[in-house]
């Protein structure tokens, strides 16, 4: 299956190389760029991509705004950051408006291939640096317990449930899930969902 992508960043060369960094791998097509939110929310509404990938600080309507309005119509594309920008303040904010993921642009391109598969799966993708900086931001966060809510997430997810599913079970929205995961994440010290159910068997957590 071929992965279709819209690509929104308000530098054209950013979007010339990205262009190019897809088109040259085999199972994604870019299908249209945009150089601000507003032209990204009106493209994802027509092209219907399985993927946007979108910087979050543009002149005129930013990354965060065309992320809440893509959420607002229900538009079933997956949003994936990729930005500069790790701090706290625009980590959490993407990720709960209904990011399905968050990478910095000096990732390695094989990354940015399996962030994008991941993220067109409905997984919640993090960078490494960014899952590195959430965790470093709660105390001793091996051995911060999760919460009830927290641990039903997970076990659905081990049970193979996308956050689409869990969202559903559990009667809160996807962003919420997305959120959940993030603090999972943080909490067991990993990167991906995974990760998260290994680590959560390997200290009892989901029963052992």
Request: glycine share 8%; aromatic share 4%; no cysteine.
């Amino acid at each position: 299956m071929t992965i279709r992508l819209i690509v929104a960043d308000d530098h054209p060369i950013v979007r010339d190389g990205l262009r190019g960094v897809f088109t040259g791998e085999r199972g994604f097509e870019v299908v249209g760029e945009a150089a601000d939110g507003a032209e990204a929310v009106a493209l994802t509404q027509r092209l219907r991509p399985d993927v946007v990938l979108i910087d979050l600080r543009m002149p005129g309507t930013d990354g965060l705004t065309a992320i809440r309005a893509l959420a607002e119509r229900g538009n079933p594309a997956r949003v994936l950051v990729l930005t500069t920008y790790d701090t706290d303040s625009d980590v959490l904010p993407a990720i709960e408006a209904g990011a399905t993921g968050y990478l910095l642009k000096d990732a390695p391109r094989d990354e940015l291939f399996r962030a994008v598969r991941a993220a067109a799966r409905g997984e919640s993708v993090l960078s490494p640096a960014v899952a590195s900086r959430l965790m470093g931001r709660m105390r001793e966060p091996a051995r911060e317990p999760l919460s009830q809510r927290e641990v039903e997430v997970l076990r659905l997810v081990a049970r193979g449930a996308t956050n689409r599913d869990a969202a559903r079970q559990l009667f809160i929205s996807e962003a919420t899930v997305k959120t959940h995961l993030l603090h999972i994440y943080a909490k067991l010290g990993v990167n991906d969902r995974a990760a998260a159910v290994a680590a959560a068997f390997e200290r009892g957590v989901l029963g052992g």
